[in-house]
């Protein structure tokens, strides 16, 4: 997408600030009421309304929803004489989460129609990649910031003025968005195929909320457990710790003494945690050194390691020790609630669960078959050619649905990355392949013979190449080889080249040319470095070798016309030829039969 940069004003030219660069990995949020009657308190009171909404429909479809990294969240503000509803979430590796987002926002266009929305990440409107297929070719990259807005659950555009509409680039202020959906609303472009292209990956949803978690059984301490039965949520920022630690983090967990530890590993308990799809990957698929302070815990027999959530365990356990110990993220609100709860333990104020209180929380085991891919099964879906079960059913990791959605991701996105160029290009592009098409057709005969011209284009001239590099060099124009052949059959009339000669005679024939030229060379002095020598060779006569095979060389100095039968030091030292330089360069151009 085009850069905030663009519309960047210098000193003296209305400088409010260096642009900001959204991070990688998140989504951008604002809602605007839109409403030339309303007063900017009714605007405000209508986003608290909104806001308020939102609180509401979050407790209902998320209730036991966990995010990635950040929660979704409107808080309002105002901006350039706007006020507004603005939130922004970095939702880490899980684009369901970004998704989540875009149906939590569209319903709540739904209930309030006054309301418009742009959504958008790091890649600018990302919307567009799904509804790719479906939009105008005007409407690329370059010109599609500020243009996208969700109201009443569809999806419209504002469009280009027709007379800028072959303009290279043209971005739109959000100024000037603002007031043309207010000014000429009826202008917007909508389409019900962009809508169902964009929203293609809001049809699974609410059920995707309760599909994107897995519940797995592990093996903890019981203070970790007291935590996570606290806040399920907890989990995710020990998974992103784990995931993504460093030797300054390792350093909590290189301690011998266990009771060292704020998690040591003693007085386990076996409960079921909820994860992230994502996160409970991340953790699967990482392998770890066992901690020295936990080495002992697995050397004590096979008991230990019967449960299978028991490496999974100290894994996450691990996860939360980086946490917690870790000075940089004192300030983050999960850290601080935790560090809380911990306090009040050591007080006394709140007490472990026991055994019995544990039995009583769900013990719930996801099947974790999700996680088994078969890479030739995989290809298989990509290309639609999945073996059906018993039931006339997709089986593997996927269905009919999961085909069509790789498939549509995939073009999708090579659709809208490559079209980058405005209307004008594509139909000047058209008109280049319908000219190819009909030129490629007019060279093509009933008999084929199109096709057998086309190879000869392509093929490789060798005497072309090697005049083409001897005129770059400057050197003489060489004899082909086969004007050496027509010369020694009129000097030798019985003569001839034998067809298909290999390689090796012909190296033999080049190798003797090429020992021809540097004779004539050092009886020219040429390659003489002793001044005495040159004077002589200056005076001295060079005469033409008895074949007509010299030539052949572009080091040679001598001209098959008499006029030019004798060379001046001069001459030869113009050339200030390396003569393996052109060995190597007329073996490396030979003809080859």
Not at 161 to 183: G, H, M, V, Y
Not at 277 to 293: H, I, M, N, S
């Amino acid at each position: 997408m085009s850069s905030k940069s663009d519309n960047f004003k210098w000193f003296g030219e209305g400088f409010d600030g260096f642009p900001k660069i959204l991070p990688d990995d998140c989504v951008q949020y604002a809602l605007y009421v839109i409403d030339a009657k309303l007063t900017d308190f009714d605007v405000r009171q209508q986003l608290r309304a909104i806001q308020t909404a939102a609180n509401a429909l979050c407790k209902k479809l998320l209730k036991d929803f966990i995010w990635q990294r950040e929660p979704f969240g409107l808080e309002i503000v105002q901006q350039h004489g706007h006020s507004f509803l603005r939130g922004q979430t970095n939702f880490g590796d899980s684009v369901e989460d970004e998704w989540l987002i875009v149906y939590l926002l569209r319903e709540l266009s739904h209930e309030f129609r006054q309301s418009w929305i742009r959504v958008y990440d790091s890649d600018g409107e990302f919307m567009l990649i799904e509804a790719a297929d479906a939009l105008p070719k005007w409407l690329n990259p370059d010109v599609a910031e500020n243009r996208v807005w969700i109201n009443d659950g569809k999806l419209r555009i504002i469009p280009m003025l027709p007379k800028l509409r072959n303009a290279r680039q043209e971005t739109l202020s959000l100024d000037t968005a603002l007031t043309f959906i207010q000014d000429r609303k009826d202008n917007l472009l909508h389409s019900p195929s962009i809508d169902s292209e964009a929203f293609y990956r809001l049809q699974k949803y609410p059920a995707q909320i309760r599909a994107s978690l897995h519940h797995g059984m592990i093996t903890i301490p019981r203070k970790l457990a007291y935590l996570l039965h606290e806040d399920a949520a907890y989990i995710s920022s020990a998974v992103e710790a784990f995931y993504l630690r460093d030797p300054i983090s390792l350093r909590a967990l290189q301690s011998h003494q266990p009771l060292t530890l704020l998690f040591a590993p003693k007085d386990f308990v076996t409960v079921s945690v909820k994860f992230t799809k994502v996160g409970y990957a991340q953790l699967k698929g990482q392998d770890f050194q066992t901690p020295p302070a936990w080495s002992a815990y697995f050397s004590r027999g096979p008991e230990t390691r019967v449960h299978p959530g028991s490496e999974m365990g100290m894994k996450v356990t691990c996860g939360f020790e980086m946490l917690l110990s870790d000075s940089q993220n004192v300030d983050k609100k999960p850290v601080r609630e935790m560090k809380l709860l911990l306090e009040d333990l050591d007080a006394g104020e709140e007490q472990l669960p026991s055994d019995d209180s544990i039995l009583g929380w769900d013990r719930i085991q996801d099947d974790e078959s999700w996680l088994d891919i078969d890479f030739s099964e995989f290809d298989k879906e990509l290309s639609g050619k999945a073996r059906p079960d018993q039931f006339g059913q997709g089986n593997g990791f996927g269905d009919k649905t999961a085909q069509e959605n790789l498939r549509k991701m995939v073009a999708r996105f090579e659709k809208f990355v490559d079209d980058d160029g405005s209307a004008e290009d594509a139909d000047s592009a058209d008109d280049s392949d319908d000219d190819d098409t009909s030129n490629a057709s007019d060279k093509t005969g009933s008999d084929g013979s199109g096709g057998r011209e086309a190879e000869k284009e392509v093929e490789f001239d060798e005497d072309r190449f090697a005049s083409m590099m001897r005129d770059m060099m400057g050197l003489p124009p060489a004899v082909t080889r086969h004007d050496t052949q027509q010369r020694e059959s009129k000097a030798d009339p019985g003569f001839a080249v034998p067809a298909g000669n290999g390689s090796i005679d012909e190296e033999k024939e080049i190798g003797a040319v090429m020992n021809e030229i540097e004779d004539e060379l050092r009886e020219a002095g040429a390659l003489s470095l002793d001044p005495l020598l040159e004077e002589k060779v200056a005076t001295q006569e060079v005469r033409s070798p008895p074949t007509a095979a010299a030539p052949a060389s572009s080091a040679t100095i001598v001209s098959d016309s008499p006029q030019s039968s004798e060379v001046s030091l001069d001459e030869a030292t113009e050339l200030d030829i390396d003569l393996d330089r052109v060995r190597e360069l007329l073996k490396g151009v030979s003809v080859t039969p």
